[in-house]
């Protein structure tokens, strides 16, 4: 099973149904072109979500089919409004669960103490978007703080999808694919691969048991 990585020495290691663009042939991943990576010129792996959104591919659980990715700049932020990646084959996990917010830009001295402040995502989580003077703030759209006017706060968008770890201070994402679902394979001890000749997403399963191959 031909396997790759942009540095050739570590990870995150490419393989079925992922590939390297420029590295790997096409038989290497699934007919599918959001499965293609591709390296930068320090040997980062970069995978590519709707609206040309650039992510670093940190880590690949090929058995949980789990892709973890971090954003440029460490500002997952700034994808703001992003998020929604259905159009591709990816979905964010449990982890990443995402949730309706209003966004707000308010000057660094205005007063915020309301009885849902529980609901306010304050600027500790935001400071890669914050500007000399101001802030930016994340109120949860179920909470009557949006319809409340804030002293110097500007409202600058309008239910935003934002995943949760980003209240966390996390910075990678978790997304998970589930076609071709390859789980049962890889759980087993082998390895899924892309049926050649074929015009079809067409994958078998192999090395679960030596000279047997399953197809699917």
Request: glycine share 6%; charged share 15%; hydrophobic share 30%.
């Amino acid at each position: 099973m031909q396997k790759s990585s942009c540095d050739g020495i570590h990870g995150p290691f490419i393989r079925f149904p992922f590939r390297l663009n420029g590295r790997q042939p096409q038989c290497c991943g699934y007919k599918n072109s959001w499965y293609e990576l591709y390296c930068t010129d320090t040997n980062q792996t970069v995978l590519e979500l709707p609206f040309s959104t650039k992510t670093i591919v940190k880590t690949i659980n090929y058995t949980s089919q789990v892709i973890t990715v971090s954003y440029p700049e460490f500002c997952l932020h700034k994808q703001v409004p992003n998020f929604n990646i259905s159009s591709s084959p990816f979905r964010f996990n449990d982890d990443f669960e995402l949730r309706e917010y209003v966004l707000f830009n308010c000057s660094g001295t205005s007063p915020r103490n309301t009885d849902d402040s529980s609901y306010i995502i304050t600027s500790g989580n935001f400071s890669c978007l914050n500007v000399p003077g101001f802030e930016v703030i994340a109120v949860y759209s179920i909470s009557s703080v949006i319809w409340t006017p804030f002293l110097s706060c500007t409202r600058i968008q309008n239910l935003v999808l934002l995943p949760n770890s980003l209240f966390n201070n996390y910075v990678d994402a978790g997304l998970n694919w589930f076609q071709p679902d390859c789980r049962n394979c890889e759980q087993k001890g082998g390895q899924c691969k892309a049926k050649r000749n074929t015009s079809q997403h067409k994958f078998k399963c192999i090395g679960i048991i030596k000279g047997m191959v399953s197809s699917i």
